[in-house]
C-alpha cells in the first residue's frame, strides 16, 4: 500500500541554521511528489513539487527537495532558516491515476525555530 | 484570484449536534475535495467532487458524514450527529482538471470541536 512516513514528529533548530526535514515514501510507481506547510493560523501551501526529470527542485520560500529512488526519499532542506519558517510541514504522495485523485500525506513535521 | 475559502474557521459544538461545513472552491475549478486530520494523524482523504458528482467518497468514515455539491459550485460537509471522535480539522481543495497533478490549492480549514 502507497504511504509516507515522516520520521521526525517535531525539529528544533537555531534561526540561521540549516534544515533537513526527512521523508520515506512506499510507492509501487514513479510518485508524484510533493511538500506542503501549514503555519499557525494558515492553509495548506504547496511548497514544491517533483513528477520527473531533474532530481533536485527548487520551492518557494528558498527550500528545495531531492528525490533520491534509490532510498524512497524525497527531503526538504533550507541552507538557513528564518522564524518564519515555524510551522508544520507535510510531506505527501500522488495524485495519479492509480491512487485516482488521492494525496497520500505523511503525519508531518512540527517545526520549532530558536531564536 | 480568491483562494479556497472555508467557513466556519472553527466550531464547537456538542455530541450528538448537527454541524455543516462549507467549502467555497476556486472559480472554475471542477474537481473539489475534502480531507481531514483528527489530533495526531495523517491529514486523510474523505471524497473528490467533479462538478457535482462525486467521483470518489472512498474515504468517507460513515454514514453520519454527508457531502454535497448542488450545482457544481460550493461544497457543504454535514456531520450528522456529530462524535467525538469527529474532532479534528477538515480541509477542503480545489484543482481545475488539467492541473490535478500539480497539487491542489488547499483552504485554511475548519476546526471542529465535539465536546
Known amino acids: 500500500a502507497q504511504s509516507v512516513t515522516q520520521p521526525d514528529i517535531h525539529i528544533t533548530v537555531s534561526e540561521g541554521a540549516s534544515l533537513e526535514l526527512r521523508c520515506n515514501y512506499s510507492y509501487g510507481a514513479t510518485p508524484y511528489l510533493f511538500w506542503y506547510v501549514q503555519s499557525p493560523g494558515q492553509g495548506l501551501q504547496l511548497l514544491l513539487k517533483y513528477f520527473s526529470g531533474d532530481t533536485l527542485v527548487q520551492g518557494i520560500k528558498g527550500f528545495e527537495a531531492e528525490f533520491k529512488r534509490s532510498q524512497s526519499s524525497f527531503n526538504l532542506r533550507k541552507p538557513s532558516v528564518h522564524w518564519s519558517d515555524a510551522a508544520e510541514y507535510f510531506c505527501a504522495v500522488g495524485p495519479s491515476a492509480f491512487l485516482r485523485d488521492k494525496i497520500i500525506f505523511g503525519k508531518g513535521t512540527r517545526l520549532h525555530i530558536l531564536p | 484570484e480568491a483562494g479556497v475559502t472555508q467557513f466556519p474557521s472553527h466550531s464547537v459544538i456538542e455530541k450528538g449536534q448537527t454541524v455543516t461545513l462549507r467549502c467555497d472552491p476556486i472559480s472554475g475549478h471542477d474537481n473539489l475535495y475534502w480531507y481531514r486530520r483528527v489530533m495526531g494523524k495523517e491529514i486523510k482523504f474523505l471524497l473528490h467532487?467533479?462538478?457535482?458528482?462525486?467521483?470518489?467518497e472512498s474515504g468517507m468514515p460513515n454514514n453520519r458524514f454527508l457531502a454535497e455539491r448542488t450545482g457544481g459550485t460550493y461544497s457543504t460537509l454535514k456531520v450528522q450527529p456529530a462524535e467525538l471522535e469527529d474532532s479534528g480539522v477538515y480541509f477542503c481543495?480545489?484543482?481545475?482538471?488539467?492541473?490535478?497533478?500539480?497539487?491542489?490549492?488547499f483552504g485554511s480549514g475548519t476546526r471542529l470541536t465535539v465536546v
Open positions: 481543495a480545489s484543482s481545475q482538471e488539467v492541473s490535478r497533478v500539480h497539487g491542489y490549492t
Open positions: 467532487f467533479v462538478k457535482e458528482s462525486k467521483q470518489d
